[in-house]
Every structure is written in structure tokens, then in C-alpha cells.
């Protein structure tokens, strides 16, 4: 089975197709050395923090299998016809030989996953006594009165095992044999069956000092230790958001770009708890936050399109605080953290979007007294009827990737980006009362 992974990796490499479907951010790093693992058929731990995507990046990993493979009909495990190796099924290959009963399996049903708990037993694993088959009348000597564990009913396929150092000690001893020696122990009795399995796991580093760890000499069996990590850039972040977000309203690139650049700054700050991490499902929640958002201010006031706006935004810290690990000492200033670095982020992608841009024109006019209001019960219509038809605001909505004909929605969320730059700046006033924001001289 390892050289049919193998061999169809080859195959996608060779023919330049893409063997990791929806995995953003890696192909530079963890995809090569994930690559070499394979080809060397060697079992795998991917080893990083939360939210990196490592179970994602494990369940690609049934496109790797044919797509169908014929088992034994019947078989407790999923055993090849021509090479059967239980006691059982070797005894009906010779008894009924060219009419062995034969069935195909998708592949999808040759990848088992399992998630490491403290209470999972070696027989969950490995196997144990059935007593509804010595209650038949079966001998406990018998080796046919044994239940497979998950391990062995994955034969010929991938068994996942998430957060592995989460797995008792004494547990762990029970995975040794099979990684190696390719038997299974049950109750005394030893099974010499040459299970034909990819073992792979994932685990936390923290976890080999804090909740556990994974012993010496199972680590030592599997081949290779692959290294994850957060997305390296912005843009890799904000495709991964755009990928993974389930986006119930509009949400423009500067608005994923401000909370790309946002969990970037939380994973660098000194008063998020680093060692829990930041997991990109953060960002990928406060695009959904932000989208909620703007759903909800559409269905208050009778817009027919929900496009996110900046202000939007000011519902992330109050919702999502709670995803995060704060250092002690921090505690009662979360929101002022979490709105400080979103400002920050805001700043960043603003100067980098509207960077060249004179936007005097836009400070001046409010500053004439058009105040400018924003809100969750405030339109994009209203956004747009306070601001006279200034060019600025033309050349601040394409670089925001709104046309002159595009939605009111898009080119207030445009228009109300700049205001916010230009309050960040110290150009602009904003006074906040319960939902509403007013930009001011």
C-alpha cells in the first residue's frame, strides 16, 4: 500500500498535477519534505501548532490511493484476494480458490482517523478478546476470537492519529510492534500478520513537555518528523481565509487583508501566549464575524446586498477574545490588546493600498462639515450622500477594486476605508457611541 502512495505520487508529480488540493502556504516547505517521506514509504508525524492545518493536510492524503481496490468479500480486514492474512480468510482462499467472493472498496473508506485521548484502550488500537465469540462456543486459545483494533481493519490503508503524545505511555507500547515487526499482540496471543499500513500522526511540540509526550522508541519508528507552520506572507494568510471562510456577505481582499496582517501582529505580541499559538481558524472566524456583520446591519435596515465595511470590523475583538491565550497579568485588557493591533493592521494594509494617494481633498471636506456617520444601522446610501463627489474617492475605490458601477456597498466600504486611514493618521476625528461612528474634523 505505501508503494501505491508511492506510485501515484510519482505519477502526479510527473504529470503536473497538483497531489495537495487545498493546501495554501506549504508547497515550499512542508509539501517537499512530506514528498520525500512518501516516496521513502516512511510512516510520518507532522509536528506543529494548532491550527496549521495538519489534519487537513493528512486526509489529502486518500487522493494519493486508488481511487478502488478489490478485497476479500466478508473479511473482517480489508485484505487483498490474492493475498489473504488472516487465519480465517487463508482458509477460505483454499477452500473455495477462483470463486472467492471479491468486492471493491473506495478509498475513501481505506482512511481511518483517530483522535488521541487519554481513555483510548489498547483495544481501540490493536484489538482484543471478542466475548460474543467464545460465547459461541469458540476457544479463548483460538486466534479467530479476536476483535481487530483500528489499527489492523486499516490493513492496506492510512490510519490517522491525531494529537498521538495525548496517548497513555502504556498505550503507545502497544503501537510499537506494529510500526515495526508488523504483528499485533492481543491477550497473550501474537499474530504474525503482515499488515501492509501507513501510520500517521500529528502532535503539538509544546505537547512533548506539558500533556505529554511521545515515547522514545516510538519515535524512533516513524521515519520521518515533518515540520508545519503558519502561513509565511499576508497573501498566502488571506487565500487561505478566502479558501476555508464560509462568508454569508460580501468581505472585499482589503477588509481579509486587514485581518491577515491582524493575526499576524497576535502572533508576534508579547501578551498572547505564544505557546498555545494562533491558529489560522482565528482569522478565518473573524471573516465570518465581519460577514455576520454586515448580513445583520442589511436585514436591519432593507439593504438588498450585505457588503462588509471597515466598521464591521469593531465586532471582532468582543466575539473572538475568547480563542485566545493571554499572558498572565493581562487580564481585563484583552479588548484594549485586541483593538490595538487591529488599528495597527488596519494602518498597515491602508498604507499599503492607498500608498501615493492624496487624500487632502477628503480630509478638507469633512473638515467643511460634511461628518460623515457609519454603522450598523447606517446604510452604505447615507456613507456615500454625506461625502461630496470628489475624485479622490474614485481613485481610493479602484485601488479597493470597486468600479464606478459597482454596488453603493462597495464604494462606501471604500470610501469609509480611507476615512478610517485618515482617522488612524490623525487627520480625522471619530466619535464612537454604542453602534454608530462619526468621522469629524
Known amino acids: 500500500m505505501k508503494s501505491e502512495i508511492s506510485q501515484n505520487l510519482l505519477t502526479s508529480l510527473r504529470s503536473g498535477e497538483a497531489p495537495w488540493p487545498g493546501i495554501v502556504g506549504f508547497d515550499e516547505t512542508v509539501l517537499p519534505r512530506l514528498e520525500r517521506a512518501l516516496l521513502a514509504e ?85 484489538g482484543d478478546v471478542d466475548p460474543v465469540k467464545v460465547a459461541e462456543g469458540r476457544s479463548l486459545a483460538d486466534p479467530e476470537t479476536i476483535h481487530f483494533g483500528l489499527v489492523p481493519r486499516a490493513h492496506r490503508g492510512i490510519v490517522a492519529v491525531n494529537e498521538l503524545p495525548d ?12 510500526m515495526e515487526e508488523r504483528d499485533i499482540q492481543v491477550r497473550g496471543y501474537t499474530l504474525r500478520l503482515p499488515l501492509d499500513v501507513l501510520l500517521v500522526a500529528t502532535a503539538n511540540p509544546e505537547d512533548y513537555t506539558n500533556r505529554g509526550r511521545i515515547i522514545t522508541p516510538l519515535k524512533d519508528r516513524f521515519g520521518a518528523e515533518v515540520r508545519t507552520h503558519y502561513p509565511l506572507d499576508v497573501a498566502a494568510e488571506v487565500n487561505l481565509v478566502r479558501q476555508e471562510a464560509h462568508l454569508v ?78 499572558e498572565s497579568g493581562e487580564e481585563g485588557r484583552e479588548n484594549e490588546h485586541l483593538t490595538y493591533f487591529l488599528r495597527r493592521a488596519v494602518a498597515e494594509t491602508a498604507r499599503g493600498k492607498l500608498a501615493g494617494l492624496d487624500l487632502g481633498p477628503l480630509t478638507d471636506a469633512v473638515a467643511d462639515g460634511n461628518l460623515v456617520a457609519t454603522g450598523d444601522r447606517v446604510a452604505a446610501s447615507e456613507v456615500l450622500h454625506a461625502l461630496p463627489e470628489l475624485p479622490v474617492l474614485h481613485e481610493v475605490a479602484a485601488r479597493l477594486g470597486a468600479g464606478p458601477d459597482d454596488s453603493a456597498g462597495r464604494i462606501a466600504a471604500a470610501a469609509e476605508f480611507a476615512l478610517e486611514s485618515l482617522y488612524l493618521r490623525r487627520k480625522l476625528a471619530k466619535d464612537t457611541e454604542g453602534g454608530t461612528a462619526v468621522y469629524g474634523p
Open 42 to 126: 516512511h510512516d510520518i508525524v507532522l509536528l506543529g501548532e494548532r491550527g496549521q492545518g495538519k489534519t487537513r493536510l493528512l486526509r489529502t492524503l486518500i487522493g494519493l490511493l486508488d481511487e478502488w481496490t478489490p478485497v476479500i468479500a466478508g473479511a473482517e480486514l480489508g485484505e487483498h484476494p490474492l493475498l489473504p492474512i488472516t487465519p480465517e480468510s487463508i482458509r477460505r482462499a483454499e477452500e473455495l480458490g477462483d470463486d472467492l467472493p471479491v468486492e471493491w472498496r473506495h478509498r475513501d473508506e481505506r482512511y481511518s482517523e483517530k483522535l488521541a485521548t487519554p481513555d483510548t484502550s489498547v483495544g481501540d488500537l490493536i
Open 167 to 178: 496517548l497513555a505511555e502504556r498505550i503507545q507500547v502497544a503501537l510499537l510492534n506494529v
Open 249 to 326: 456577505a460580501e468581505v472585499g481582499d482589503a477588509l481579509l487583508e486587514v485581518l491577515a496582517r491582524f493575526v499576524r501582529e497576535l502572533r508576534e505580541a508579547p501578551v498572547i501566549d505564544q505557546r498555545s499559538g494562533v491558529s489560522a481558524r482565528f482569522a478565518v472566524a473573524a471573516a465570518e464575524t465581519i460577514a455576520a456583520a454586515a448580513l445583520r446591519r442589511a436585514a436591519l435596515i432593507g439593504e438588498e446586498r450585505a457588503v462588509a465595511r471597515p466598521i464591521d470590523l469593531e465586532a471582532v475583538p468582543d466575539v473572538l477574545r475568547g480563542k485566545l491565550e493571554f
